[in-house]
Nanobody, 122 residues
Framework: QVQLVESGGGLVQAGGSLRLSCVAS????????VGWFRQAPGKEREFVAA????????QYVDSVKGRFTISTDNAKNTVQLQMNSLQPEDTAVYYC???????????????WGQGTQVTVSS
């Protein structure tokens, strides 16, 4: 089992920044890939970014490219999502997830965190 805990959410004005963290505990995090997803009220869960923690390969949804950066600190079993130039449409609950491959498909992830709220005011 892998437990994931997100932190770093909060309220920020448009144009501001937040840094989300996803810390893993439990069995060895090992080579699990990590993805970030978000879900806004009344909307379906959306892929945001993913990283292969071995190769370092990263993926982003088009709407966050150039603004968000996913990174990993394997020594600390932590994956972070640096979010810059935040916009009201980024408002959502953000979840991290761990799985065998880094993909935009949420069904490929085996473990999920409880989520952290990000609210961007205009």
């Amino acid at each position: 089992q892998v437990q994931l805990v997100e932190s770093g959410g909060g309220l920020v004005q448009a144009g501001g920044s937040l840094r989300l963290s996803c810390v893993a505990s439990g069995r060895s995090f090992g080579s699990y890939a990590v993805g970030w997803f978000r879900q806004a009220p009344g909307k379906e869960r959306e892929f945001v970014a993913a990283i292969n923690r071995i190769s370092g390969r990263k993926q982003y949804v088009d709407s966050v490219k150039g603004r968000f950066t996913i990174s990993t600190d394997n020594a600390k079993n932590t994956v972070q999502l640096q979010m810059n130039s935040l916009q009201p449409e980024d408002t959502a609950v953000y979840y991290c997830a761990a799985g065998a491959i880094a993909t935009y498909e949420s069904s490929s992830y085996d473990y999920w965190g409880q989520g952290t709220q990000v609210t961007v005011s205009s």
